[in-house]
């Protein structure tokens, strides 16, 4: 393990309160060259997070001081690791108009971006669909089914990909097989692997990267990173770059999920 590119921090109003200097730590203890912090871009301003803690994204008003933390941190640690600035941009339909804006001006100061969908859309209102197991069968009890919940996830991570946010969209798009968190405990009466295949051809086709993303593993319902080994060895196939994130919300969980990468993946 080289680098960890999906990283959260302090600044997560749903993450741990460890410190910036602590991943720093970690990191540089796993041997890591390069680490890019990811955080929870801010929510459109008129978006209503679904969640019951509202804590999706991070308090714009912090965002300023996310980035000159970092431009701090960068220059104290320069001759031990390599740090970016990055961002975790949700995308979420019916918002495109705003995330352009917001991506259009704080856009420059980014190093390293990702591009999520954790938000689908049913009807006139939205839903988080890894919040919480419990949370993910209200989903599909309001869709009719867990296999509606899946196919509006992978029909909003196509528009995702789609999408025209301008010249700073992110070029990584962020954990593709998300809705299948909790699928032990709900899994689909049929196979979405043709979704995934999908996806991973319009990736190639925009010649975007992809989030080869450890947290999976760790979750119990899932086991498996996003990911899993069948469409990672097909991204290789198809000449996507792969690139590992821990999706860590804390110091310790940096490197999670990395021993279950696919053979000859060197990141």
Known sequence: ?????????????????????????????????????????????????????????????????????????????????????????DFIEGYEKETKEFLDEIGEFLDDSIL??????HQNSWHCIDFSENGFAEIANELGSVESVYAKYYD???????????IYKPKRIGHI?????????????????????????????????????????????????YPPERFAKRALELGIPLIYGSDAHQAKDLGQGHQALIAGYNG
């Open 156 to 166: 909003t991570l196509e528009k995702s990909i789609e999408t025209d946010l301008g």
């Open 177 to 225: 097989t998300l809705v299948h968190k909790f699928q032990h405990r709900y899994p689909p009466a049929s196979s979405f692997d043709e979704r995934v295949y999908k996806v991973l051809e319009m990736i190639k086709d925009q010649r975007y990267e992809l989030d080869y993303n450890g947290a999976g593993l760790v979750k119990p319902l899932c086991g498996e990173p």
């Open 116 to 121: 999520s969908v954790h938000f689908i859309k």
């Open 1 to 89: 393990m080289k680098a960890d590119g999906h990283v959260h921090t302090p600044f997560c109003p749903h993450g741990s309160t460890d410190k910036f200097d602590e991943y720093i730590t970690r990191g540089i203890e796993l041997g890591l060259k390069e680490i890019t912090f990811t955080e929870h871009a801010p929510l459109p301003r008129n978006f209503q997070d679904p969640t019951p803690e509202k804590d999706s994204g991070m308090d714009a008003a912090l965002l300023l001081d996310y980035f000159q933390e970092l431009r701090v941190l960068k220059e104290r640690h320069k001759d031990k690791i390599l740090i970016k600035t990055g961002l975790e941009v």
